[in-house]
Every structure is written in structure tokens, then in C-alpha cells.
């Protein structure tokens, strides 16, 4: 299996980047669209556990807009094989001194395009 094939990752980068715009700008169709519509994705959120698209779009929908701002830290992107990648990163909001978010998902490619089928949020101590 092939690691970071350039183009592939270049793909997967993309989606990412879009993903991070409409998650700070609350563009929840983008939001929605990234996130593979099926029963099987996950997402676990810092305070929420979202068991299928269904309940991730009710959580889309119904967050508040404020307070979305946030920088990336130590973001690793890798892809394997040409339909597989994950993404990792560290995110840092005003208001969160003291404390670093995390965030992992797990892309795969569809024939619509590259989807997120499964996501971890998290905060802890540290900074």
C-alpha cells in the first residue's frame, strides 16, 4: 500500500481545508455534505456522542454560531492507498487558557467525493 501519494493527499488536504472554513463560518450544507449520509458515521463530539448522520445534522443545525473561531496546530493529514486518509490536529480557542482541543477523523473516498465516516473532538488540559 502507497502512503501519501502526493495527488491523493493534495485531494484529501482540500476537503480538510473545507471542512475547517464552514466548521469557523457555521456553513452547515458543507458540514453536512462532508460528512459521509449514512447510519455508520460517528462522531464524537466533547460533549456529544452523534451515532449516524441523522443525529449529526440535528447537532449541525441546532449548535449556536458563536464562538467558532479557533487556529490548527500540528495538523497530520495521511492517506493510504488512494481511497483512505486520516487527519489529526490540535485546535486553539479564545476562552479555552489552559486547555487544547483535539480533533481526528477518518476520510474515505466515495464516488460523490471525500467524506468524513468517523470523527473524534476532544479537550484536555494543556496548552
Known amino acids: 500500500m502507497e502512503i501519501d501519494i502526493p495527488e491523493v493527499r493534495a ?9 475547517e472554513q464552514a466548521l469557523i463560518t457555521n456553513d452547515v450544507p458543507v458540514l ?11 462522531r464524537y463530539g466533547a460533549a456529544e456522542n ?7 445534522r440535528a447537532f449541525r443545525r441546532a449548535r449556536p454560531p458563536v464562538g467558532l473561531m479557533r ?17 489529526n490536529t ?16 477518518a476520510w474515505a473516498r466515495f ?11 476532544s479537550v484536555i488540559a494543556g496548552g
Open 90 to 105: 490540535m485546535f486553539h480557542r479564545d476562552g479555552m487558557a489552559g486547555k487544547v482541543g483535539r480533533q481526528s477523523q
Open 71 to 87: 487556529s490548527l496546530s500540528r495538523t497530520v493529514i495521511t492517506t493510504y492507498g488512494r481511497d483512505f486518509a486520516t487527519a
Open 50 to 56: 452523534l451515532y449516524g448522520m441523522d443525529e449529526i
Open 11 to 19: 485531494e484529501v488536504e482540500a476537503a480538510f481545508a473545507r471542512y
Open 111 to 121: 464516488p460523490e467525493g471525500w467524506r468524513v465516516v468517523s470523527a473524534h473532538v
Open 32 to 42: 453536512e455534505e462532508l460528512f459521509r449520509d449514512a447510519p455508520q458515521t460517528i
